[in-house]
Structures are given as structure tokens and as C-alpha cells.
């Protein structure tokens, strides 16, 4: 029970803490108050001034995709290694081995494609998909050819019935393969004709689609009632990764931007022009670039992604140390890219908020495929030194200030 | 102890005061004392030893002994602008001071004294407008404005009994004044202005002076008391920084700042033993100078603050018959107030604001001559009719004054 003395109070208080928890629902009274904390709100556009094309090998061509084929500047290659010895029975006898080949996606002009001709070729030096980068297997082209093979390339317009291709492995190959000889490399798809990339499934890509070793033949279990009973399995490649070769030219004036190639651009603009302000604080901000469709050796893959990154330039002269751009990458935005599509228009406001308000931070922006180990395209980006001025990388920042 | 605790669970949760704090004077509290509170704020020829007015430092004087004083308040605001009326309320303390006996004609005083006090906040919904390749564009936000601040004094005063019925005073005092104004621009995160980042403004304004005052009381017969001081403008250092949210800074210092000066005087009659009058006028320049780097370039002018108090005041017995209620003291008081703050109408010109305050208090002596405590309440309406803006408050406040019993020992040390 509150004493007489303390309920007046206490009524009084609860008075006040309501009227002092209300929010002030309009401005009333504060357009007569000689400061008001307001603003000014402007926008401005900057365009980079520096640009370059990065090509770097860090990643490797391990994916959910194996691609073989030639088209618009790329050769693509593709490694299988088997290691079928842990699935085989104690007694047995192999009377089919086979590797079954699923065509998932042709491209670029998939009505158009002709049948790929693919060259087996047996690799003779050690690799892993884990480091299947540009450089390695450098003695490629002397691998002794143990077969051909044709995929058909309707796949992609006939989904419901997926057309299949096996190629039978020579007891040679075979019996390197089940004897865990330390020299199985492995084998080489690699295509003989031009015209189209194929891309089939990895032992990382579907069940259904992905490349397999089918082994189909008789076991002998080890008892008194001896039977000889027919056995059968089916293993994914142990590594299994593509090889781009990347052969088109620079254009000046262009950045290429590659999916499947790790071929990124990265541009610079100068802030000081925002920055000079310190008080200005960024409210939107947009980095514009833009894509020329009639580039030679365009490779436009519907569907695939753009991305920016910040933070990619510990030295804004890149020029002088490209590795630098390998560090600090941070991905915060992307954007798809349709064919149609001339300009892409990342939102970059967190980003650039940092770099006016520290303008040492300011380390460029670098644009790159969300899955630069997906399905090879290649667009060129118009660059800082393009022909065509409002074609060129811009930022577009909208900032208020006080 | 309940109580204690109730107001400081109040203090917490109460937020907001009047819509003129933001101005650069902040919102002025009445001085001098809650005493002089339940006059109008007269009472500059207070002369008494006890709840005597605080900003004439003379007045100490008559103290016979050694005296605390500490004080608060809670407050109620409701502003009409013609189209929405709004109410807040607030809770502050009022003052803190002790006074030394350390001679029979010389008193010495320190204290900490609020002199103004600013919490104003407010939101409401805004756009700002972009010209683009395609048009304007308009981002929308909701725009939250917050001014905090407050001007204190740390006082020492002097008051020295030159004779029977005249003394003098002398104070110095150091002041200190924070005004922080912030405004935040808070963007949807769904909609056509959704992803926009929020943007915001934070600008603070320091002063640090000194101030030097003289102040006197006199007495030239029974019934008939003067007193008045002096205040000189308080020179010092104006610190502003301005920031926004992503680290951006701006920093400007000017050491030659300063804050108006002032000066009151006032005139008491006591026609009965228990009765007396006081009328007492106040005031003030603001020059341009004196508002802080915040409030440049806002076409504020040079203002004048004046005031014009009066209150009468009936005090209690203190023969050994009188009991209860016959003890205390009663009052009531008026005031008119041309306050010190400029605001804008619609064509961007400046107005005056106007204040008039009708106050009540009493005086409760605490048991055993061991003080009192002072309660007032003051209610009044600010108008700015240029602006169309109508504030109406009113204050409560409590003082106690304890007097000499608990500091008998110190008392004692500074005589040996």
C-alpha cells in the first residue's frame, strides 16, 4: 500500500512520464526556430580515369562444369582421373568399362553447333583439380591420342530425353587404371573441331548428368559353393576440372570481363571532388559501366552474373604491382547481365560511403563474374579511355551535406 | 527515500522541453532561487537570511550561519502552431549552492546555478531531390531532429555588510554552455526510397568564459529595500564541431567568444510585519556576437531581454504561539518577460516572443530551525505571434534550505 503522502506524487510523475514519453508526431512549432540541422542534397558524376583488363590464374577449373570445345577466342579442355580400384570385388572380371557423357549445355549457338569431335588424349604428367590453372599440363599437345569421340550437341533442346555418348575404355588404359599404377594421369577431352563449347557435369554437378566410369562384368565370391554372379558399379572421376585457354585480343578502349576465364576489369575514379567536402555524406551511389555488344568475340552467356568488388586495390597503381588486386576482394553487390543489356548499374553506396569519408580507401572498384569458374563468356566493357565519352565507367553519387 | 526514487525512474523516462530551446539563449530558467521563483522572479531586494535571491550576491549578508541549498524542477510545455498542438515535459535541478558564515560582515558563497537549458526534438517527413538523366527524383525520409544542451554557472560570491543596512557583493563566476543540435535522415528500407542510406548531421557548440559581477543591498529604513547587481559579459573560447555519420569532421575554434552580461535591480516595501512587495526589472543585450558559430549565417539580429517582475509575499510567524500552517510563508507573484529569442514567420522575418508568468509559492519550515523548503509553481504562455507559435508551460519546483545546525563544525573550523 503507498502511503497517503507518496500516491499524490506518484500520480503527479505518471502525469509527466506520459507526457514525456509522447512522441512529437509533426514539426509543430520548429519552422520558427532560427536553426533547423538541415541540408543540401546534390549530385555528382565522375568518371574513372584509370582502367586496366586483369587476367590471374588463382582460380582453378574445378566446378560444377567440364568444358571442351573452341569458339569466339577460347580453347577449352577438359581432365578426368578414375580410381576405380576401391569399388571393384575381391575376385572379378571386367567385361565392360565405359565412361558415360551427358551434354548439358552447348554454346554459343546451340542450334547451330555441330557434333563435337573430341580428341581422348592419355595425360602423362601428374595434376589435380585442385591446381588445374592455365599453366599447367604445358605438354599437352604431345599426349599420345588413345581415341575419338563424337558428342552430339542437340542436348540442349531435348532436356526430357537426354542424349548420352560412352566411349569404351581400352583394357590398356583399363588395367593402369584398377592397378593404382602411380603413372594413371588420367585422360584428356579435347576438342578437334571449332564452333561450339560443350559442357557436361562434373562429379561436383548433378548425379544424373555427371561424367561416370560404368564397370559391368562377373564376381567370384570366395566360398566352398563357389558361383560366379554378375556384378556391376559406377564411379565419379576422382579429379575432374577444365582448362580455358583464353587466345582473343585486347581491344583498346574495352575491358574484357570473362566467366569460366578469370578475366576481370578494374577501374579507379578519383573522389576528390566529393571528398573535399568532409562533411558530405553519400546518400545513393551507382557505378555505371557499360557493354559493347559488337565487340569481336563477344561470348554473351545469358543469365550470368556481374559483381563488384571494393576495397580490390592495395596500390592504385596497379599497373606496377597487379598481384595487389588479389587481396581485400569484397563482394557486395551484383547484377545480372541479359543480352540485351547495354548498361549495368551496380548500387554502390556502403562502398563509396567509406571511400569520401577516408579517401585513402579509395582502391577502385573491380567488376568480375559472380561464378568466374561457370560457363565461358567474355563482354567487353567500354573503359576509361574509350572513344565514346558517356560510355565510359562513371560514378553516379547522390550525397547531402550540411 | 520512495520519493527520491520515483523522480529519479521519472527523470529517465521524461524527455522534451520547450519548442524554444533551440534558440541561442536555450530556454532561461527563472534564477535566483525557488523563493524567488513564487515572486515573479523578484526579490533582488530580498532581505532575509535565509531563501534570499541568489543572483545578488550581496544578499548573503544577513546569513547567520552556514547554509545549503539545492533544488529541482519538472516542467509542462504544450506548443500550438495553429495547425498541431504538442505536449511535453521535462525534469531538471534548479541549483546547488553553499553558503560559508566566515565572518559577521563577510559571507562567502559557491554554488553550480543553471542558467538555461535546451531539449527540443522533433520529427516529421521530408524529401530531398536529385536532378537526374531521366528527371528529379525524390528520396523521402523521415526527418528526426534533436537540440540538447544547457549553460551553467560555477559562482563564487562575496558579500561584505558594510554597515547595519548596506552591503556589497562581488562574484566571479565561470560558465560553461553545450548546445548540441542533431539531425538524423532516416530513409525507408522498403519503397521507392527504401536502400537509401541514412544520413547524419551532428553539430556541438562549446563555450568556456569567465564573468565577473558587483551587486549591493541595501536597507535606508525599516520598511524600504534596494538591491541590484551587475553582470559583465563572460569572455572565453567558442569551440564547434560539425560531423556526419561516415567520419567527415569539421572543427572551428575562436578564442575571443563571449556571452551577455546582464544587470537587475529591484525595490521591496514592507508595509506590516508580514507583508512585503518586491518589484524588480532585468536585462539584457544579445548581440550577434554572443550566439556561438552555430547560429551563424541565420540572420539573427542584436536583441534586447528585459523583464519586469513583481510579487508580494506574506511570511509566516515565528513567535512560540504560532503553529501549523501560521508557520509558513505564502506568495504569489507575476512577470512579464521579452525574451531574448528571435523566430521566423513565414516570409522569413523575424519576431519577438513575449512571455507572462503567474506564479504561487510558500516556504515550509523544516522542524527544529533547521531550514525550509520552498515550493513554487509558475505557470505562463510564450507567444511569438509573427510565427504564429503559442507555448503554454508550467513549472513545478522545489528548493530546500538548510540552514546551520549541520555545520556547526565547519563553521567552527574556519573561525579557529
Known sequence: MLKQKTLPVLIWLLVLFAGGCAQRESDVGDAAIPVIPGGTEGRTEIYATRSAEWDTDFSTGRGQYLQIGQAAGYTAVSALRFEPSSILPDSYAIDTARIRFRVDRVFPNPEEAPDLRMLIRKITEPWDEDSLVEGVLPNRASYPVIDTLLLPTDASTDTANIPTAYWMVPDSVLNQWITDDSTNYGILLEPENSGMIVGVQSAEGATNYAVQLELLGTQFPESLDYAATDWGDTLFAMDDAYQAVDSSVAIPGRLRVAQGAYRRALMYFPLDGVAANPLRTVVRAWLHVFVDPQAANSLTYTGSNFVYKDGTLQDTLWFADPDSAKLDLIASSSTVFEADNIELAFEVTNSLAGMVGQPWSNSGFAIEATQESDVLSRQYFYAHDSEVDSLRPRLEIWWVEP | ?416
Open chain 2, 1 to 416: 527515500m520512495r520519493l527520491l526514487i520515483l523522480l529519479a525512474l521519472a527523470q529517465g523516462a521524461l524527455a522534451g522541453g520547450s519548442v524554444f530551446g533551440p534558440q541561442p539563449s536555450g530556454d532561461p530558467l527563472v534564477t535566483g532561487g525557488v523563493r524567488s521563483v513564487g515572486l515573479g522572479g523578484a526579490g533582488l531586494a530580498l532581505w532575509d537570511s535565509l531563501g534570499m535571491h541568489s543572483d545578488n550576491a550581496a544578499a548573503a549578508a544577513n546569513l547567520t550561519g552556514t547554509c545549503l541549498r539545492a533544488g529541482l524542477f519538472t516542467a509542462l510545455y504544450s506548443v500550438d502552431d495553429g495547425i498541431n498542438t504538442d505536449t511535453d515535459s521535462e525534469f531538471g535541478w534548479q541549483a546547488f549552492r553553499l553558503y560559508l558564515n566566515v565572518h559577521p560582515r563577510y559571507k562567502m558563497g559557491i554554488g553550480i546555478d543553471p542558467i538555461s537549458h535546451t531539449d527540443f526534438r522533433s520529427f516529421g517527413n521530408d524529401s530531398l531531390s536529385f536532378e537526374t538523366d531521366s528527371g528529379t527524383v525524390y528520396e523521402n525520409f523521415e526527418s528526426r531532429k534533436v537540440w540538447l544542451g544547457s549553460e551553467t554557472d560555477i559562482r563564487w560570491d562575496h558579500a561584505v555588510s558594510l554597515s547595519r543596512r548596506f552591503a556589497l557583493g562581488a562574484s566571479i563566476a565561470f560558465r560553461s554552455s553545450y548546445l548540441e543540435a542533431n539531425h538524423t535522415l532516416d530513409f525507408p528500407t522498403s519503397g521507392s526510397s527504401g536502400g537509401a542510406r541514412d544520413a547524419i548531421f551532428h553539430d556541438v557548440q562549446r563555450f568556456r568564459g569567465f564573468w565577473g559581477g558587483l551587486s549591493f543591498l541595501a536597507k535606508p529604513t525599516d520598511k524600504l529595500t534596494f538591491g541590484g547587481f551587475w553582470q559583465s559579459e563572460a569572455n572565453g573560447d567558442w569551440d564547434f564541431e560539425r560531423a556526419v555519420n561516415h567520419g567527415g569532421t569539421s572543427q572551428i575554434s575562436e578564442p575571443s567568444g563571449k556571452r551577455p552580461g546582464g544587470f537587475g535591480a529591484g525595490i521591496s516595501y514592507r508595509w506590516h510585519r508580514s507583508w512585503t512587495a518586491y518589484l524588480d526589472t532585468r536585462s539584457q543585450t544579445w548581440a550577434v556576437e554572443h550566439y556561438g558559430p552555430l547560429y551563424e549565417n541565420t540572420l539573427l539580429e542584436k536583441k534586447s531581454a528585459t523583464s519586469v517582475s513583481f510579487g508580494v509575499e506574506k511570511l509566516g510567524g515565528t513567535r512560540n504561539t504560532d503553529e501549523g500552517f501560521d508557520r509558513w510563508d505564502y506568495r504569489g507573484g507575476f512577470a512579464y518577460r521579452q525574451q531574448p529569442w528571435q523566430t521566423f514567420d513565414e516570409a522569413g522575418k523575424t519576431g519577438d516572443v513575449n512571455e507572462l508568468a503567474l506564479t504561487l509559492g510558500l516556504s515550509i519550515p523544516l522542524a527544529q530551525q533547521a531550514g525550509k523548503l520552498h515550493i513554487a509553481l509558475e505557470a505562463g504562455q510564450r507567444s511569438a505571434a509573427d510565427a504564429d507559435v503559442t507555448e503554454t508551460f508550467s513549472r513545478f519546483y522545489l528548493q530546500l534550505d538548510m540552514h546551520e545546525r549541520w555545520f556547526k563544525r565547519e563553521r567552527r573550523t574556519l573561525r579557529d
